[in-house]
């Protein structure tokens, strides 16, 4: 189950560093997303998240996944990223938000510079470094009518092909990779169920009428009502305590006041 979640935690990140061109404007759009692993011994093939990403052309983001659903420990995390980077992660379920910091300016240019570039196939990053180390350009296809590139990576331990469309910023919209390890087995599979261009609901950048907590506080609570283990629960505490001295410190340095 931890190897399960950490595969699923990496592929939030990855999502998170193919988002945005690094243009000054970016690509206004709503991408509707679902990932399936499949090939896992012993267990059925099942869908591991539904995502829908929101973009606006100031570059303010909104990331909403749904992991397991219908399964056992389904939940949503609808996660805002506003331009300066600031990150607030939200539980709707539960009334609950926890805020991160906003980026120095310097890292914000940084990290939008590093981005790749519709005009390197998405090879590529404004730096001029590579997208995801390994990969190269197979073609250019069409997804549900959307132009698309086609990105490879050959090789163990983890063969991938990757789809990913200039006309929004670079942003994967498919992908298919095999991960053979002696711990786990299988294939995970991202697949676009839709995509419309232009302005995204502004209710999906809402969050002002939410409870400010600790991401400890954010995360029992979420996984309690979501039917969590007692014993998974209590194993989490203890990881959470380092995450909450951490909220608190980046806090401080920021002077903002604790939440109420």
């Known amino acids: 189950m931890q190897s399960m979640r950490n595969l699923l935690f990496a592929a939030a990140i990855?999502?998170?560093?193919?988002?945005?061109?690094?243009a000054a404007d970016h690509p206004a759009f709503t991408l509707r997303l679902r990932e399936s692993l499949r090939s896992i011994p012993n267990?059925?093939?099942?869908?591991?998240?539904?995502?829908l990403i929101a973009?606006?052309?100031?570059?303010?983001?909104?990331?909403?996944?749904?992991?397991?659903?219908?399964?056992?420990?389904?939940?949503?995390?609808?996660t805002v990223i506003l331009p300066d980077m600031q990150h607030i992660k939200?539980?709707?379920?539960?009334?609950?938000?926890?805020?991160g910091v906003p980026w120095p300016p310097e890292n914000v240019t940084r990290y939008r510079k590093s981005r790749p570039t519709p005009e390197s196939d998405c090879l590529l990053t404004g730096l001029?470094?590579?997208?995801?180390?390994?990969y190269k350009v197979a073609g250019k296809e069409t997804i549900r009518g959307l132009a698309v590139i086609k990105l490879?990576?050959?090789?163990?331990?983890?063969?991938?092909?990757?789809?990913q469309a200039p006309a929004l910023g670079c942003e994967e919209v498919q992908r298919n990779a095999r991960f053979d390890n002696m711990i786990l087995s299988h294939t995970s599979d991202l697949e676009m169920v839709s995509y419309t261009l232009g302005d995204p609901d502004p209710a999906l950048f809402e969050f002002a009428s939410l409870r400010e907590a600790t991401p400890g506080v954010f995360y029992l609570t979420l996984f309690k009502a979501a039917g969590w283990p007692p014993g998974d629960l209590a194993k989490l505490a203890a990881q959470y305590k380092?995450?909450?001295?951490?909220?608190?410190?980046?806090?401080?340095?920021?002077?903002?006041?604790?939440?109420e």
Do not use: C, F
Request: charged fraction near 25%.
């Open 43 to 51: 267990q059925p093939d099942r869908v591991s998240q539904e995502i």
């Open 90 to 99: 939200i539980a709707d379920a539960v009334g609950l938000k926890t805020t």
């Open 152 to 163: 490879v990576r050959d090789g163990a331990p983890s063969p991938l092909q990757a789809w």
């Open 14 to 22: 990855i999502s998170i560093a193919t988002s945005s061109a690094a």
């Open 242 to 259: 380092q995450m909450d001295e951490a909220y608190w410190k980046t806090r401080d340095a920021a002077g903002i006041r604790p939440p």
């Open 128 to 134: 001029g470094g590579d997208n995801v180390l390994g």
């Open 55 to 78: 973009q606006r052309t100031d570059g303010s983001r909104v990331e909403v996944r749904r992991m397991s659903p219908g399964q056992p420990g389904d939940h949503r995390i609808r």
